[in-house]
């Protein structure tokens, strides 16, 4: 029998029996896919209000662009960038729930006072030593992601001879660490895009189920990754259709949580392959 996930988020429980789309919020001037679009308050805000309308029910907001040569910012930098964004989205939207992307756990408190509900760091607590700890005070849910040890060799890929092997050592270490510190509401990310060759991320979709072991719901995050749109020759923004196929094959095997840009497209695949699942 599958497994029915739900996480705590500042007491109102997230049910994952159906999947969940995570919008991606940048507002940062140098995302690959988006920069300088959203990085105002007005704007930000619009865009939450269309993917909230094109069925996302999370919202990961940015400050910081992870992108391969991106410029590096400062926790002090990040909240400046965010100003008062968050805030405003949970006066205009309030049952939407506000992951917040950063590395740094100074930007994690400040997110956590403004009334985020899901702390996503790429880095999982590797480039802050007290990361793990302030989550533990905030009593948010993590999502963990796989990533190199540090911020400089983030994107050195490498060629892994069991990659799915590797990802699951880690977690298991990682969420050990998490454990100790009383962190129990945890979201998997194997981390596409960060440090791994074009024929490992190809076997961690097809192998995504075992990731975890089927112990924490896994969240994915393919949307516009160079391992797509590279070996066919296009661009970021021409592979939906390749982009979908790959959604519903994520979906079939278990994820619980797509992070995306394309909202409306993504919805279309989950509600065609959950429709009686209300």
């Keep these: 029998m599958e497994k029915r996930f739900s996480i705590n988020c500042?007491?109102?429980?997230?049910?994952?029996?159906?999947?969940?789309?995570?919008?991606?919020?940048?507002?940062?001037?140098?995302?690959?896919s988006d920069g300088g679009r959203f990085n105002n308050e007005k704007a930000a805000l619009c865009q939450a209000e269309k993917m909230l309308e094109d069925g996302a029910e999370i919202i990961d907001i940015g400050a910081?662009?992870?992108?391969?040569?991106?410029?590096?910012?400062?926790?002090?930098?990040?909240?400046?960038r965010i100003r008062n964004i968050i805030s405003e989205l949970k006066k205009?939207?309030?049952?939407?729930?506000?992951?917040?992307?950063?590395?740094?756990s100074a930007v994690v408190r400040f997110g956590a006072d403004e009334?985020?509900?899901?702390?996503?760091?790429?880095?999982?607590?590797q480039f802050d030593a007290d990361m793990f700890g302030t989550v533990a005070e905030t009593q948010l849910p993590y999502i963990l992601m796989h990533c190199n040890p540090d911020y400089k060799t983030m994107h050195e890929k490498i060629a892994y001879e069991n990659i799915v092997y590797s990802i699951n050592r880690y977690f298991s270490d990682k969420l050990a660490e998490l454990k100790a510190q009383g962190v129990y509401d945890v979201i998997l990310d194997p981390g596409f895009g960060f440090g791994k060759t074009i024929e490992n991320q190809i076997q961690m979709i097809e192998e995504?189920?075992?990731?975890?072991?089927?112990n924490y719901p896994v969240l994915a995050g393919i949307s516009k990754k160079s391992f797509i749109y590279k070996p066919l020759g296009k661009s970021p923004n021409t592979i939906a259709t390749e982009t979908q196929k790959l959604h519903k094959t994520l979906l079939?095997?278990?994820?619980?949580?797509l992070r995306?840009?394309?909202?409306?497209?993504?919805?279309n695949v989950i509600d065609e392959l959950f429709q009686d699942n209300c």
């Design 92 to 104: 205009e939207f309030p049952h939407c729930y506000i992951s917040l992307d950063t590395f740094y």
């Design 10 to 32: 500042r007491g109102r429980l997230l049910d994952l029996s159906k999947p969940k789309i995570m919008g991606i919020l940048n507002v940062t001037p140098d995302s690959f």
């Design 208 to 214: 995504i189920e075992y990731i975890g072991l089927g």
């Design 260 to 267: 995306v840009h394309d909202i409306a497209e993504t919805k």
């Design 64 to 80: 910081q662009s992870t992108r391969p040569n991106a410029q590096y910012l400062s926790a002090n930098e990040e909240i400046k």
């Design 115 to 125: 009334g985020i509900d899901i702390v996503n760091d790429i880095s999982g607590g």
């Design 252 to 257: 079939e095997k278990g994820v619980r949580i």
